[in-house]
């Protein structure tokens, strides 16, 4: 039972391994524009993040250092 099992799953691999390998310069074309699409804008949303987290880390750093001034001027009177 399982000699039979292992030979209809090799079929079916097989058959659908085939039918890839036939479709794919068909289907391949859409894929990569549609790949091209997505990635680009996964890149764009990423400049985007790294610029704001950017500008937030400089305005923090900004006030940090503000506070520390503060701080060092009331210890010193």
């Not at 859409?30 to 950017?54: D, P, R, W």
């Amino acid at each position: 039972m399982k000699l039979l099992n292992g030979i209809d799953n090799l079929g079916s691999g097989l058959l659908i391994g085939t039918g890839a390998v036939i479709l794919f310069p068909v289907v391949a074309p859409f894929f990569k524009s549609a790949l091209k699409f997505l990635i680009k804008e996964t890149m764009k949303v990423g400049l985007l993040t790294y610029q704001k987290a950017k500008s937030v880390t400089e305005e923090t750093g900004k006030s940090f250092k503000n506070l520390t001034s503060e701080a060092k001027a009331e210890i010193a009177q």
